[in-house]
């Protein structure tokens, strides 16, 4: 018998796409990895960070965007409503929690304080965890 509330969804978890994070994981340059795997949002949010880093907020904003929509695909597929935990701890589902919070910092970069603030509830509303792993704690 659990405990879970009954009135809140269960934990999303997205499947592991090996060979992406795989590819990733080797190195590979984050470009290659989005070319050859679209849908895997860990790839977008490499090149997002990576675009911020160097102080391109635009193609941030963009690169994040796409993360962000290719998550918000494959939460869905797994069952996801719109709202519900999306729990940090699960690799898999570090891709689009990374997407949404560089999403969070180009729009704030680029004065979108409200796409910030919808950025920032949502991973509050995923998992808090991933505020503090992103830096947006």
């Known amino acids: 018998m659990t405990n879970r509330n009954l009135l809140e969804p269960p934990e999303t978890l997205l499947p592991a796409d090996e060979a992406a994070q795989s590819e990733l994981d080797s190195g590979a340059d984050p470009t290659d990895v989005a070319a050859h795997h679209p849908t895997f949002s860990a790839a977008w949010a490499a090149l997002a960070e990576r675009a911020a880093d160097s102080g391109g907020h635009i193609a941030s904003y963009a690169y994040a965007r796409t993360g962000y929509h290719r998550g918000l695909d494959a939460l869905r597929k797994s069952g996801w409503k719109g709202f519900g935990p999306v729990p940090w701890a699960h690799l898999p589902n570090q891709g689009v929690l ?40």
């Open 98 to 137: 990374r997407s949404v919070a560089a999403l969070a910092k180009a729009a704030r970069a680029i004065g979108e304080d409200d796409e910030f603030e919808r950025c920032r509830a949502l991973l509050e509303d995923s998992d808090p965890a991933s505020l503090r792993a992103t830096g947006l704690d």
